[in-house]
């Protein structure tokens, strides 16, 4: 190489490079052609390296000067670009010796137009732009890198194969967009990596990627690449659920804990071993889908998943990507849907993830009395930030169309939608009109549920929302939020709390059951006995019902029917059909020696029945969105604490008696809807089902005797603390 040559490098960009500050090593690494010249430029840098050459293709060995820097060779070829195929060979002071290829001869940009989307908030397949991807270029393999990190002074990607050396692969800055990129060859699916970043302060940060689509198992945190390999056999499930409208379908959900359902000897547990036993179980009782509780990466066990460190990389702790993969599309081919817990309204402050990634607030508000949950101890997404949003967007859009889940159920929603959410009188701070709105999660909230409805036909979204927010699921086009249900929380409440009355004092207390229905088609509910009601001293459903032990049992059983019986989807936390004494802990799984006390196996029958009717009768599901499927028959008798209603889809009709108190009601009329004879199809004081046996009739002649604003009734027997559902014989 000539002097001249050696001149023409800038000695500044060199001494950055050696100093590991240079943001852009494009402009010195890599071939570049020389001005006016029919030549090429080829530097290359090791920060170890004593000596270094370019093997072309040819078997022509080339060798490099020292330019500028420790560690930085240079080299001029005779050649017109595009530059030669070449290798590069370090030697290094123990004698030693490595080849590789020269990672800078691969172009890092990106298309201009998708990061534009990005930064405007817009981008709807992020994964497929930032991340780790392996890719075959100009023949060679490797895998191209690119992460977000607009303030860092420079961005390296590091792994076993540069021995975790930030000085080795310094990644380029592509322009102003503040994501950096590298093609780095020769390595592939497996290797783990992280980011180490620069900050403009000079400190360094060893981050995970944002965009991993693997990770090492808790509580490694190392990203690790990763491209599926599995082949979906789902398409007659898919191909019915783009022409299904989810209101009027069944939606009976079945919560689920992956790492406390069931466990081996060992305490392990994975997707491929809980597929087949979970599914089965989940169809014995007739539910529709299984709502998993979030398995995106997290770094801490009693979070429950929660606390979301990795929002592109199911946890390691089930096994692979493609074992999730599998665990769905097995689900689907036997005709379940599968729901995920989504957590996009904070993320924990491990300062591996997501927090202050690039050595300032990114991903979460700037000001902590917009950024941080005081309670909860976590950050705050901030949703100004189009790259932020296209974060989160991308990421709701990736488990729907790259896992095939068929819907979302959006934790902590309330939180989102209020600056004020947790806080006190000078902990937050008002929006640009004065109020407690977060104007911009709202508006956030409405994109994902139009992307959603426009992009994957049949899927669907669940709001996690516990306050009176108007509209929730009202279409966006109409003011609304856009989700396709809400949880009836406040259903939930009232309801556990009346179970829980002693029933000498429930006639007080009649208004808990009924008060929903003022509310009832405000916005389309999903009705969940979730995990939440047996966490933190709540006890379980069973410990919470009043009486003896036969009284508790009984009890339950008017709880899932009223559950199962009236307006809304239904979700139920696992273990509830085995009725345990305490409480949810996710250490433990669940107890399933109690599934062979005769108690909870005459529990469970019943439970597998009640599934049943369920799915058997549309006017169970299909009719939830309108207000002629559900009318109440009487529920003014709080004396005796029963209640009637009817569900109806035009003529599949169904009638349900509740008796709330262990005092059986004798010769008990009831008005119903239409003549003829009318048959029990459930009661749930049969004793197969644990029940007393108390006489009853299972058939009955309705009279032409007018009641309860009906032109007939029933003379029933209602048995002590029962649930009767009747339908209409065909004779």
Request: some cysteine; glycine content about 8%; charged content about 25%.
């Amino acid at each position: 190489m000539t002097r001249r040559d050696a001149e023409a490098i800038d000695p500044k960009l060199c001494e950055l490079l050696a100093a590991g500050d240079l943001a852009e090593p494009q402009r010195l690494l890599g071939p570049h052609a020389i001005p006016d010249e029919r030549r090429i430029r080829v530097c290359v840098h090791h920060p170890e390296a004593v000596a270094a050459s370019l093997l072309l293709a040819e078997g022509r060995r080339v060798p490099l000067a020292p330019v500028g820097a420790a560690g930085v060779y240079a080299a001029a070829l005779d050649a017109e670009p595009p530059a030669p195929a070449y290798r590069i060979r370090f030697e290094f002071a123990d004698g030693s010796s490595h080849e590789q290829e020269d990672p800078y001869r691969f172009a890092a940009a990106l298309p201009d137009a998708e990061l534009q989307r990005f930064a405007a908030g817009t981008h709807r397949a992020l994964w497929r732009l930032l991340g780790a991807h392996p890719l075959r270029v100009e023949g060679v393999d490797g895998v191209r890198f690119a992460v977000w990190a607009p303030h860092a002074r420079r961005a390296s990607v590091v792994g076993d194969f540069c021995c975790w050396d930030g000085r080795r692969l310094p990644m380029c800055r592509l322009g102003d967009s503040g994501v950096f990129a590298l093609f780095v060859p020769g390595i592939g699916e497996g290797a783990n990596y992280k980011f180490e970043l620069k900050t403009s302060e000079g400190a360094l940060r060893l981050k995970s990627d944002p965009l991993a689509f693997s990770m090492e198992r808790p509580p490694a945190s190392a990203s690790r690449v990763f491209r599926s390999q599995h082949v979906w056999r789902d398409d007659a499930w898919i191909a019915q659920r783009e022409s299904r409208e989810p209101r009027c379908e069944p939606l009976a959900a079945y919560e689920v804990h992956l790492g406390s359902w069931r466990r081996d000897a060992g305490g392990k547990v994975s997707y491929a071993e809980l597929a087949e036993p979970l599914i089965a179980h989940a169809q014995r009782f007739g539910f529709t889908h299984i709502e998993l509780m979030p398995v995106a990466e997290h770094p801490f066990d009693g979070s429950w998943g929660y606390q979301v460190s990795a929002y592109y990389a199911p946890t390691a702790r089930y096994g692979t990507p493609d074992d999730l993969r599998a665990f769905v599309d097995a689900c689907h081919r036997a005709q379940l849907g599968v729901i995920l817990d989504w957590v996009p309204a904070h993320f924990p402050r491990d300062d591996y993830a997501l927090r202050r990634f690039d050595g300032r607030p990114l991903y979460e508000y700037d000001d902590p009395r917009l950024g941080e949950h005081p309670h909860w101890g976590t950050l705050v997404f901030d949703y100004v930030r189009g790259e932020v949003r296209s974060f989160l967007l991308a990421n709701a859009l990736y488990w729907l169309q790259e896992f095939h889940v068929d819907g979302l159920r959006v934790d902590a929603v309330a939180s989102m939608l209020y600056r004020d959410y947790g806080r006190s009188e000078g902990e937050w701070l008002p929006n640009e009109s004065g109020g407690r709105e977060n104007l911009e999660a709202i508006s956030f909230l409405r994109e994902l549920n139009l992307a959603v409805r426009e992009q994957c036909p049949g899927c669907f979204t669940v709001a996690e929302e516990s306050t009176p927010w108007p509209g929730v699921t009202k279409a966006v086009e109409e003011g609304g939020l856009g989700f396709t249900f809400k949880w009836n929380l406040g259903w939930m409440h009232d309801t556990l709390e009346y179970f829980s009355q002693d029933p000498v004092h429930r006639r007080w207390h009649q208004d808990q059951l009924t008060f929903a229905s003022v509310y009832e088609h405000s916005e389309n509910y999903l009705m969940p006995l979730s995990h939440d009601e047996v966490v933190h001293g709540k006890g379980s459903l069973l410990s919470r019902m009043p009486g003896d032990d036969w009284q508790r049992f009984a009890n339950l059983r008017c709880l899932f029917t009223y559950q199962f019986t009236r307006p809304g989807k239904k979700l139920l936390f696992m273990g509830s059909e085995l009725a345990p004494e305490s409480e949810w802990d996710y250490r433990r799984s669940l107890d399933w020696a109690l599934a062979e006390d005769p108690r909870r196996a005459a529990l469970a029958h019943f439970l597998e029945r009640l599934g049943a009717l369920y799915r058997e009768h549309p006017c169970l599901w299909k009719s939830d969105p309108s207000p002629d499927g559900f009318r109440w028959i009487d529920c003014s008798d709080r004396a005796q604490s029963v209640l009637v209603y009817l569900r109806r889809f035009f003529d599949d009709e169904l009638v349900v008696a509740l008796n709330l108190t262990p005092v059986p009601r004798t010769d008990y009329r009831i008005g119903v809807p239409r003549a003829g004879a009318w048959v029990a199809r459930l009661c749930s004081d049969d004793p197969s089902f644990g029940g007393s046996g108390y006489p009853r009739r299972d058939r009955a002649r309705a009279e032409p005797v007018a009641m309860h604003g009906q032109p007939s009734s029933l003379c029933l027997q209602l048995p002590p603390l029962s649930a009767l559902v009747l339908a209409r014989d065909a004779d």
